[in-house]
């Protein structure tokens, strides 16, 4: 089968997510992937006002032996004036991979050209999925487009043959939206059990890092929102005159620099790791080198109230507890009793692991943890995906077909 990923983020420098891991399961399952995405990182990226377009062949960001071409059409650098040429570029090229590549079924995970694609798509009478792992209007910077983001995104969902949503919380948030509740269904995020196994050494990260057995690791990886929490982490770390204590951070982004500030200005060298970004396949190392795993987020972050980040998955498949504020879509899928602790705040991390620590009952919640989650593999999750899209593709044409014989 041909299968056309529409993307509104960078396939190849942002963590690997639902996407990623989807496209090169079914790569490896001898489906046929390309994948448009969008440079969102280029305020970082050196060059002119205007991007060109490019082609990535045989990308594999996980699965070795998987291949993904991915399209990248070119923009303006400008703000504002990067979503109007998105809008032309997009356009352009989503027309040329339908013509040429003549797709099976198209996924959208945007919203300006998951907008575009599903119209073309229509036209070319080919199924569509929109599959949302985030709420992406929220994500928007310029807020007063979230507003016509989230507009895009109503017709679009109106408009598709089948909508998925990563867990409840955030299916009820699309139906409300206008999704068709029959046309609407969960597909959670996957683990790979193999790749994140709790017996992995953890010798190594200890010793890069100097840490010793008799520290307690506090651990965050992924890209670093201002409003992650971290922060408020940080601070509360420089108040706790307990130097057993370490905070280890893997990823990039918005928070990055204000947490460097932090950890000199208080001293906190030795007690805060900023490692930077790392490469996903050293990912299961960082998590087993640590104790106790972290999502403090804003509990009033509006992105954050209907998601369930994949990471919190691959925390708890290494056998790890997780300590989160308390966030209504995690809450609504992990419950009280499966190795997730909740917090209001950010700044009661520090006082809930300590609290944790005395209770002796760390290794009991990550057990708990790994338990609830062995049931997410990823093999199990493109099964599922596999048989919604062969699904949607049959649907489309025993309509087409019911339609010519009426004609």
């Known amino acids: 089968m041909r299968i056309l990923f529409i993307q509104e983020s960078d396939w190849l420098k942002r963590n690997p997510a639902q996407p990623h891991h989807l496209a090169e399961m079914l790569s490896l399952r001898g489906h046929e992937i390309r994948a448009i995405d969008y440079e969102i990182l280029w305020r970082k990226s050196k060059g002119g006002l205007w991007s060109k377009r490019q082609v990535f062949n045989k990308v594999s960001k996980i699965h070795h032996g998987a291949v993904v071409t991915v399209f990248r059409p070119g923009i303006v650098r400008?703000?504002?004036?990067?979503?109007?040429?998105?809008?032309?570029?997009?356009?352009?090229?989503?027309?040329?991979?339908?013509?040429?590549?003549?797709?099976?079924?198209?996924i959208n995970w945007g919203i300006l050209n998951a907008y575009l694609a599903t119209r073309a798509a229509k036209q070319s009478n080919m199924p569509v999925v929109y599959y949302w792992i985030d709420v992406l209007h929220r994500l928007i910077p310029f807020k007063p487009f979230q507003i016509i983001g989230e507009l895009v995104e109503r017709q679009t969902l109106k408009a598709t043959d089948r909508v998925l949503v990563i867990n409840s919380e955030l299916r009820d948030y699309v139906i409300g939206l206008g999704a068709p509740p029959e046309l609407t269904q969960i597909l959670p995020a996957g683990i790979d059990t193999k790749q994140f196994n709790p017996d992995a050494n953890h010798a190594p990260i200890r010793k890069q890092y100097r840490l010793s057995e008799e520290n307690t690791v506090l651990f965050f990886m992924g890209w670093l929102y201002n409003f992650s929490g971290l922060k408020e982490v940080a601070l509360e770390m420089a108040r706790t005159p307990d130097n057993n204590l370490k905070l280890l951070i893997v990823g990039e982004g918005d928070a990055y620099d204000e947490l460097e500030r932090i950890v000199i200005k208080h001293n906190l060298q030795d007690r805060i790791i900023l490692t930077g970004k790392k490469p996903y396949q050293e990912i299961p190392d960082f998590i087993a080198a640590s104790d106790v795993c972290l999502l403090p987020a804003y509990t009033q972050e509006s992105?954050?109230?209907?998601?369930?980040?994949?990471?919190?998955?691959?925390?708890?498949?290494?056998?790890?507890?997780?300590?989160?504020?308390?966030?209504?879509?995690?809450?609504?899928?992990?419950?009280?009793?499966n190795g997730v602790v909740y917090v209001d705040k950010p700044e009661d991390v520090i006082s809930r692991v300590q609290e944790l620590l005395k209770s002796g009952k760390i290794e009991e919640l990550g057990s708990k943890a790994r338990k609830f989650v062995e049931s997410y593999s990823w093999d199990r999750i493109t099964d599922e995906f596999e048989g919604i899209i062969n699904e949607v593709v049959q649907e489309k044409r025993n309509a087409a077909k019911a339609s010519s014989t009426q004609m």
């Not at 919190?312 to 809450?331: D, H, Q």
């Open 78 to 106: 400008v703000p504002v004036l990067n979503y109007v040429s998105l809008l032309f570029s997009h356009q352009s090229e989503i027309e040329h991979q339908i013509d040429e590549f003549k797709p099976h079924v198209v």
């Open 303 to 337: 992105i954050m109230q209907d998601i369930v980040p994949i990471k919190l998955y691959e925390y708890m498949a290494m056998k790890k507890p997780v300590i989160s504020t308390r966030l209504p879509g995690i809450m609504r899928e992990f419950g009280e009793d």
